[in-house]
């Protein structure tokens, strides 16, 4: 299984950006829950948004209303659409897999078992 995340980047507060996680080696839509986490550094993994195999969306109160998650099942690939961006959104976001994941654990990095390599978002103030 490999996740491959992209579309980080640099932009100015209320600006938007578009991220990507395309998946080898498991389909998104079949089962279990795929998330996305942020790391600021020397911070843990902070939820940012999640999306069930049913469809189902959970989001971090800080990014609801700002954020959307969504699926492409056509690509395997989820989308994390960011707008509105505060400087406070800058982190390394992730794209992270749970094929077995259940609801009650969409939130929690350590149920997560398979991880893309992180993407840089940066909002200048």
């Given at each position: 299984?490999?996740?491959q995340?992209s579309?980080g980047g640099?932009?100015?507060t209320g ?6 996680c395309?998946?080898?080696g498991?389909?998104?839509?079949r089962?279990?829950?795929v998330g996305w986490?942020?790391q600021?550094?020397g911070?843990d993994?902070e939820?940012?948004a999640?999306?069930?195999y049913?469809g189902?969306?959970?989001y971090?109160d ?11 099942n056509?690509k395997?690939?989820v ?9 406070e959104?800058t ?9 077995r ?5 969409v939130?929690?990095?350590?149920q ?11 909002v200048s103030?």
């Open positions: 299984v490999q996740l995340a579309g640099l932009v100015q600006g938007s950006l578009r991220l990507s395309a998946a080898s498991l389909t998104f839509s089962s279990g829950n986490f942020r600021s550094s911070e993994h939820f940012v999640a999306i069930r049913t189902g969306t959970h971090a800080s990014v609801k209303g700002r954020f959307t998650i969504s699926r492409e056509a395997n690939t989308i994390l659409q960011m707008n509105s961006l505060k400087p959104d982190a390394v976001y992730y794209c992270a897999a749970n094929p994941g259940i609801q009650s654990t939130r929690l990095a350590n997560y078992g398979y991880w893309g390599q992180g993407t840089q978002v940066t103030s």
